[in-house]
């Protein structure tokens, strides 16, 4: 009898934990709140009798832990000072060990991977801190506060002769396989991959329990591995349905009474340049001489405001995906394409309801007059940036005359902004010739033009003075709520670390100030051209630049050297552009300032679609680049050092862009060691050194397209 109370007890003890996990998540929903046990109870749905006992023993067990604390008689608030505990953001490494980033603190925490407890990548964690062995600052996750996600892409492997089985998810940072059981399995075979929701992991539980949701195909497949990296990423293949008939049954009239409206611009020259398999056409160019002498110059953009409106099927949908996003061989548009490439594209010949910032240009581009408002276009031309780009240079051609006076406008232009101290990194993208199998058969770079830089500058322009239109009243901040594309200053201890390792090549970097820091950057970039160590300081260069983001506060934008930027010239492809739009004709039509609570939200979440959106793009390059390389097992390439870490170093082939990582461990002249200051590793018995933009002679031994990872070898 003994035995079975202490099971029964256990078993109590158990349910208690996990009860009390369930109160710690909802009361850390608002951590300053003071909740009853019976506001607690429906906060968690527990609301019979017994139930509610529950609640109160974990309660007890919660308050003996000092978790949270009794403000007044059954009064309850989580307890933030805790002696030594953090909440923060966990992100694994590939050796299971993690980081934790805490608000307010300036170096990430380190926690051990057997003390990551339960936690999943990017899942928010109550930890405690220490210092172990007088080290530095370490951590143990006490408690998953809230998971991150819950569905996650991987393959599926039953175990033989039995009726159980396990997904292996397929990003490593996601520490754990999950066990799925007999009647969860949804019929998945053996090595399919899969999307599966994670459902529970109980106190004790070695593995978290899943159900498999969808049976994405086989694994390496290019359907399959391209579904994975969306269903990886919670990107949707489709729109619903009731989305797209939402879309199809928009008016897509141009009709006389709208037009009454709207500054009418359809007899004025415009055009539009753009990527040679672009649909999306999101602006446009228009261009005539004024009597005085000037240039009008208008920049049309697409008025997708005029058909997206609040508080339909359509915005919602448009908001949750925030971006379209870009992968090799398709494109996952925010809008349905009845609009993204029909209604709203700025098609050649058709009329078109547009947002415009009208500039009038003297010969020194600058600006005398500006206009902003809905307008009415009518394209005259689709150029493509390879054709704008020939007028340019052969000065030949239709509308050239147009062309080569906005690209000299673009230059005095761009040259103003560097001056006034943007910072230009003109980095070359990859890009991939595909068969009709969406199969990569050649790789090429772009590289940004003049017909580039002036359709930049021009967008760059109209974003401006949108955003200064807004903010500024006679030069003055005020205090309109606005959505802002804001870029902070770069992280001081990484411009020193920059300045000290680029002296050991012989550059020089002034950090006086902001102004001396970009022209000492721009100066750096420009004298490495074409240098060996090229690709290493810009890489390191762009490291330590901090992320542009989405916000509500205007700090500005160091990169573009510009006090007030905001993105207004994308709205099919950017919901912040949107936001843009419908926020400007709110103030032309003398509207007061809304709520900044609210738009700061929607900047949040903008800022993580983006960020999502950007990893799953850099997925598939690299999914791409691997598959590409498949063909080239064993053969040997000249690359360069363009990362190093404490397990090994990964090398980039120049010709194609191909990265491979080459492991410390397969290294057998000599045991390697990492020196973070000189981004190298050195050999302890020869003194042989392996560092960041050094040229290496390396042969293809794996290509592994699940893992998306090449794997490299040093050849002597």
């Given at each position: 009898?003994?035995?079975?109370?202490?099971?029964?007890?256990?078993?109590?003890?158990?349910?208690?934990?996990?009860?009390?996990?369930?109160?710690?998540?909802?009361?850390?929903?608002?951590?300053?709140?003071?909740?009853?046990?019976?506001?607690?109870?429906?906060?968690?749905?527990?609301?019979?009798?017994?139930?509610?006992?529950?609640?109160?023993?974990?309660?007890?067990?919660?308050?003996?832990?000092?978790?949270?604390?009794?403000?007044?008689?059954?009064?309850?608030?989580?307890?933030l000072k805790i002696e030594g505990t953090l909440t923060g953001i966990i992100d694994f490494n590939q050796s299971g060990n993690a980081y934790v980033a805490v608000e307010n603190l300036k170096?990430?925490?380190?926690?051990?991977?057997?003390?990551?407890?339960?936690?999943?990548?990017?899942?928010?964690?109550?930890?405690?801190?220490?210092?172990?062995?007088?080290?530095?600052?370490?951590?143990?996750?006490?408690?998953?506060?809230?998971?991150?996600?819950?569905?996650?892409?991987?393959?599926?492997?039953?175990?033989?002769?039995?009726?159980?089985?396990?997904?292996?998810?397929?990003?490593?940072t996601i520490n754990t396989d999950i066990f799925i059981p007999k009647d969860k399995i949804n019929g998945a075979e053996n090595g399919n991959k899969v999307v599966v929701k994670m459902l529970e992991w109980k106190p004790g539980d070695k593995n978290p329990e899943g159900e498999i949701l969808q049976v994405l195909g086989a694994p390496g497949e290019h359907e399959t591995e391209i579904h994975s990296i969306l269903a990886e990423y919670g990107l949707p293949y489709s729109f619903p349905e009731e989305v797209e008939l939402d879309a199809e049954k928009i008016d897509r009239r141009i009709t006389e009474e709208e037009v009454s409206k709207r500054r009418d611009m359809r007899k004025i020259c415009t055009f539009t340049i753009d990527p040679k398999d672009a649909k999306d056409f999101d602006d446009a160019l228009s261009i005539q001489k004024l009597d005085n002498g000037n240039w009008e110059i208008g920049v049309h953009i697409a008025d997708v405001s005029h058909y997206v409106v609040p508080g339909t099927m359509l915005d919602d949908e448009a908001y949750e995906r925030a971006t379209s996003v870009y992968l090799v061989d398709r494109v996952v548009p925010m809008l349905p394409e009845v609009l993204s490439n029909d209604v709203c594209s700025l098609r050649p010949n058709e009329d078109k309801f547009t947002f415009s910032a009208v500039f009038e240009m003297n010969d020194k581009a600058e600006v005398v007059n500006q206009w902003f408002g809905r307008t009415v276009i009518h394209s005259d031309r689709r150029f493509t940036y390879e054709e704008a780009q020939e007028r340019i240079e052969t000065q030949e051609g239709d509308l050239t005359e147009e062309i080569l006076t906005l690209d000299k406008l673009a230059k005095i232009m761009r040259d103003k902004r560097i001056k006034n101290g943007a910072i230009t990194f003109d980095r070359s993208e990859v890009r991939f010739n595909l068969n009709e199998k969406s199969e990569p058969i050649g790789v090429y770079f772009k590289i940004s033009k003049d017909s580039n830089h002036l359709i930049e500058e021009f967008m760059l322009l109209a974003n401006r003075k949108v955003s200064e239109f807004v903010s500024l009243k006679k030069g003055q901040p005020n205090n309109n709520t606005f959505i802002y594309r804001v870029h902070d200053d770069p992280d001081p201890a990484k411009l020193e670390a920059l300045r000290d390792f680029v002296s050991t090549f012989g550059y020089k970097m002034d950090l006086a100030n902001t102004k001396k820091v970009a022209e000492s950057l721009n100066n750096l970039l420009q004298n490495v051209k074409g240098k060996g160590e090229e690709n290493m300081i810009e890489t390191l260069a762009m490291r330590s630049m901090s992320k542009a983001v989405y916000s509500t506060e205007p700090i500005g934008h160091y990169g573009l050297g510009f006090d007030y930027y905001s993105h207004f010239t994308s709205p099919i492809r950017r919901y912040p552009d949107l936001l843009a739009h419908r926020l400007l004709q709110h103030y032309l039509d003398g509207g007061k300032s809304p709520d900044k609570n609210e738009l700061e939200e929607k900047s949040k979440h903008c800022s993580a679609r983006e960020r999502l959106a950007a990893d799953a793009e850099r997925d598939s390059i690299k999914f791409m680049q691997v598959k590409f390389m498949e063909k080239h097992l064993g053969e040997t390439f000249t690359g360069v050092i363009s990362g190093v870490a404490e397990f090994g170093f990964w090398v980039q082939i120049p010709e194609n862009g191909a990265e491979g990582l080459i492991k410390l461990r397969d290294l057998m002249d000599d045991s390697y060691t990492y020196d973070k200051s000189t981004h190298a590793v050195y050999g302890s018995r020869t003194g042989n050194r392996y560092q960041l933009g050094q040229e290496v002679q390396i042969k293809v031994i794996k290509a592994n397209l699940i893992q998306k990872q090449l794997d490299f070898k040093i050849v002597e």
């Open positions: 009898m003994p035995k079975k109370k202490k099971y029964i007890s256990q078993k109590n003890d158990s349910k208690l934990l996990e009860i009390g996990r369930l109160i710690l998540r909802f009361m850390n929903q608002n951590q300053t709140k003071i909740y009853n046990y019976k506001q607690i109870s429906d906060g968690i749905d527990y609301k019979n009798p017994r139930q509610r006992e529950l609640v109160i023993q974990a309660l007890h067990k919660l308050l003996s832990t000092q978790r949270i604390k009794e403000t007044d008689k059954g009064k309850y608030s989580i307890n170096d990430d925490v380190f926690v051990h991977s057997k003390n990551v407890k339960d936690a999943l990548q990017g899942d928010k964690v109550l930890i405690v801190t220490y210092n172990f062995k007088g080290k530095k600052m370490e951590g143990s996750v006490l408690e998953v506060l809230e998971r991150s996600r819950t569905e996650f892409v991987g393959t599926f492997q039953l175990v033989p002769h039995k009726e159980f089985g396990f997904v292996v998810c397929d990003k490593k």
